[in-house]
């Protein structure tokens, strides 16, 4: 009887002392083998400035023709230098108007304190309208340009990404041809120059990327000495 307490009690502790079995290693997850065959979709290169044509003469019909002359004011240009530079080029282009009788339709800012450069500013009977970037919004600008009928407009000012971009988007959707002469609309900083050049030959259903002169309803660039109104 004693043999088989200690028997019994051997295997007892026999077993308390024997560890358990390890659980077994979940099998690795299969995975899907990539296509082959299938090429990798990569972008085409780009240049980070666009190739913008050049400047090209025009002669701007006198029937149907107004220069709009933007924000050239004392609170807007004097920070630019230029602003300041492209005055002179813009008086001479003003110049050339009035000596073919083209009306000539100023905007300004509604900027405190703000007055028109000496040597561009309007004269008694001149246009003018003041606003925020696009001269349409809250003005009588349609109206004026409707009276005047005109069709093709030559645009100058300040700052370029503002009053002349939006102002030149404006007159495209109203069906007026636009003639922008780039070295009479300035920017801070310079780049906003080269931005506007690119976007308003570029701009969506009324692209000229060629820069082809007076194309109907779109912009042409031009410059203040390759303008003519014959």
Not at 33 to 51: D, E, L, M, R
Not at 85 to 102: E, M, T
Not at 171 to 194: K, N
């Amino acid at each position: 009887m004693r043999h088989l307490i200690g028997i019994i009690a051997a295997l007892a502790l026999a077993s308390a002392c024997t560890a358990p079995a390890a659980a077994p290693s979940p099998s690795p997850s299969p995975t899907t083998a990539p296509p082959t065959g299938t090429p990798v979709p990569t972008a085409a290169p780009t240049s980070p400035i666009p190739k913008i044509p050049d400047p090209v003469a025009v002669e701007v019909p006198v029937k149907g023709a107004a220069l709009l002359v933007l924000d050239i004011t004392s609170v807007i240009c004097p920070p630019r230098p230029t602003c300041v530079a492209s005055v002179p080029k813009i008086a001479a282009l003003v110049k050339k108007a009035r000596d073919a009788k083209v009306p000539v339709i100023y905007s300004q800012t509604a900027t405190a304190g703000s007055t028109y450069i000496a040597d561009i500013a309007p004269q008694p009977g001149d246009a003018a309208v003041t606003g925020r970037a696009d001269k349409f919004y809250g003005t009588n600008l349609e109206q004026i340009l409707k009276d005047k009928a005109v069709e093709t407009a030559v645009v100058v000012g300040s700052a370029a990404n503002g009053a002349v971009l939006y102002t030149t988007f404006g007159l495209g959707l109203r069906g007026i041809t636009v003639v922008v002469a780039q070295d009479g609309i300035s920017g801070d900083p310079d780049f906003t120059e080269t931005l506007t050049r690119w976007q308003l030959l570029n701009e969506p259903g009324f692209a000229n990327v060629n820069n082809t002169p007076l194309d109907k309803g779109h912009v042409t660039l031009s410059t203040t000495d390759k303008i003519t109104f014959k």
